[in-house]
């Protein structure tokens, strides 16, 4: 399988600044597209923002102008660059990617155990 590696996370006033990762690694055939999602307590899980393995990207409107997705496909790692964060961004951030694996023609979607960001003065 695919694990799926984040790292970043923390404690930020707000305002700040956070860089989450999130490094893939196993019986990696390809992985195509990767994204972050994020789920504060009580509620659903959204998507924050994706990547092709191309480089498009999309993000959700809530965050758009403040956060940068990335990605380097030769270390097979994916970016989140979190400016002028606010406390409705508090929740545990996930990353997520298709992938095949050498094994299987299928794609799946694999998961990270998440990343915490609290954002509070």
């Known amino acids: 399988q695919v694990q799926l590696v984040e790292s970043g996370g923390g404690l930020v006033q707000p305002g700040g600044s956070l860089r989450l990762s999130c490094a893939a690694s196993?019986?990696?055939?390809?992985?195509?597209?990767m994204g972050w999602y994020r789920q504060a307590p009580g509620k659903e899980r959204e998507l924050v923002a994706a990547?092709?393995?191309?480089?498009?990207?999309n993000y959700a409107d809530s965050v758009k102008g403040r956060f940068t997705i990335s990605r380097d496909n030769a270390k097979n790692t994916v970016y989140l660059q979190m400016n002028s964060l606010k406390p409705e961004d508090t929740a545990v951030y996930y990353c997520?990617?298709?992938?095949?694996?050498?094994?299987?023609?299928?794609?799946?979607?694999?998961w990270g155990q998440g990343t915490q960001v609290t954002v509070s003065s």
């Open positions: 990547i092709t393995s191309g480089g498009s990207t």
């Open positions: 997520n990617a298709a992938a095949k694996i050498y094994s299987d023609y299928e794609e799946y979607d694999y």
């Open positions: 196993g019986s990696i055939f390809s992985i195509n597209a």
